[in-house]
Nanobody, 117 residues
């Protein structure tokens, strides 16, 4: 499985961006998919995750109410809609997939999100 992110960029505080993660294979086989981010000098952290077939979601407290994760299985794509962006949301965002059956983990190459004042 290969994951390819897109949609990052430069946005002013208070603005919105939508990140996309296209998977080369079916996401139905994935137990969980999600978005992580890593800011300079900080550890990579989970932003949001969703069950591979859609359904249950989980969000970091810092993004609850502002970010929404979704899956379109027909397009093998995971989205992260980011609204009301803050300076502290600046980071490289990585798409992640986990398959419990094989204990396999997959990562995308990352996409930069920069929020300016």
């Amino acid at each position: 499985v290969q994951l390819e992110e897109s949609g990052g960029g430069l946005v002013q505080a208070g603005g919105s961006l939508r990140l996309s993660c296209a998977a080369s294979g079916s996401m139905f086989s994935m137990t969980r998919m999600g978005w992580y981010r890593q800011a300079p000098g900080k550890q990579r952290e989970l932003v949001a995750s969703i069950a591979g077939g859609g359904g249950s979601t989980n969000y970091a407290d810092s993004v609850k109410g502002r970010f929404t994760i979704s899956i379109v299985n027909g397009k093998n794509t995971v989205y992260l809609q980011m609204n009301s962006l803050k300076l502290e949301d600046t980071a490289v965002y990585y798409c992640h997939a986990f398959m419990l059956a094989t204990s396999s983990t997959y990562w995308g190459q990352g996409t930069q999100v920069t929020v300016s004042s």
